[in-house]
């Protein structure tokens, strides 16, 4: 239980393009999902929260109107990377924590998703 | 904000050897620390936790230990195995469960 998925996988765009990732979970409802990123042999970087039909809330540094965020029900977030530039390229990673609604399984920890490699050229 | 703090960077350690990961934090709000194992390419992975309420945590070849009035917590693997090369990440949490990373520590077993 408590899989996480994210799709794509990876994914190569054209700088100025915009590039949606989306974020499930499968056999569980979260209502607060993660999005984090990994520059390549660094630490996951917490970049917002995704709070399901609510706004996200942002990390210092992070621009809103940059990484979209929308948590349309309690198994999808969607990051959209908008005018997407090379320094944008990274490895995106979402998490999600099972809080039981479904599952009668409340985890404090969070379950990451596989990741989606962004490259724009 | 949190921040975390993670020693060493890099661990070589001959198959059998114990390891040892150290980290800190700055929040003493934090009360959640897991450590997750990263291989190359895949997701990070939990392989153990401990709440604030508990000093000492074990699960087979791998404990962690938590001194909340330093605030620092520490992995520490026995036995190790060339299975166990990876990286690892130490994470502590808040109420709202964001978590703050550590900067990673890449173990690697020699057989």
Known sequence: ?121 | GENVEQHPSTLSVQEGDSAVIKCTYSDSASNYFPWYKQELGKRPQLIIDIRSNVGEKKDQRIAVTLNKTAKHFSLHITETQPEDSAVYFCAAGDNFNKFYFGSGTKLNVKP
């Open chain 1, 1 to 121: 239980g408590a899989v996480v998925s994210q799709h794509p996988s990876w994914v190569i765009c054209k700088s100025g393009t915009s590039v949606k990732i989306e974020c499930r979970s499968l056999d569980f409802q979260a209502t607060t999902m993660f999005w984090y990123r990994q520059f390549p042999k660094q630490s996951l970087m917490l970049m917002a929260t995704s709070n399901e039909g609510s706004k996200a809330t942002y990390e210092q540094g992070v621009e809103k109107d940059k990484f979209l965020i929308n948590h349309a029900s309690l198994t999808l977030s969607t990051l959209t990377v908008t005018s997407a530039h090379p320094e944008d390229s990274s490895f995106y990673i979402c998490s999600a924590r099972d809080v039981g609604l479904a599952s009668g399984r409340v985890s404090d920890t969070q379950y990451f998703g596989p990741g989606t490699r962004l490259t724009v050229l």
